[in-house]
């Protein structure tokens, strides 16, 4: 399938969020700050960035890739935190220069139960082949 521009795209507003289910109003594409309907994604007021602040393009797609952790831990995936609690102490701890462990939590929003992680850098992981 040839990649599609994602401006070009009708996406879902709030008003048939809301019909969906309970889950659809968290996540960057369901922010609080969506049109009550359907609308391009250039009719936003706000636009998705990366890390260092430039917008991305609506070319854009995810890039899905196997990864294993292997830096240090503060729980298990038996034993996750909150989305809230890990994601908080982690911007928290990067803030202050003390993010030594990452944390494991359960989902709130999106894939709901699901279990992620939260790391502080990128020598936590190893990209699998």
Same mark, same amino acid.
């Given at each position: ?15 048939? @969020? &809301?019909? !969906? +289910?309970?889950? *659809?109003? $968290?996540?960057? #594409?369901?922010?609080? /700050? ?32 196997? @990864? &294993?952790? !292997? +830096?240090?831990? *503060?729980? $298990?995936?038996? #034993?996750?935190?909150? /989305? ?46």
């Amino acid at each position: 399938m040839a990649q599609e521009n994602m401006a070009k795209l009708y996406w879902q507003a709030k008003k048939r @969020l &809301k019909e !969906i +289910g309970p889950y *659809t109003e $968290t996540g960057y #594409n369901c922010g609080i /700050d969506i049109p009550q309907e359907n609308y391009f994604p250039p009719q936003r007021k706000s636009r998705a960035t990366y890390s260092n602040g430039e917008m991305v393009p609506f070319i854009c797609k995810p890039k899905i890739i196997k @990864l &294993k952790i !292997i +830096g240090s831990m *503060t729980n $298990t995936m038996n #034993n996750p935190k909150s /989305d809230l609690l890990a994601n908080s102490n982690m911007l928290r701890q990067l803030k202050i220069g003390n993010a030594k462990k990452g944390y494991y939590y359960k989902n709130d929003g999106e894939d709901v139960g699901s279990i992620s992680a939260v790391v502080p850098n990128s020598s936590f992981i190893k990209v699998i082949s």
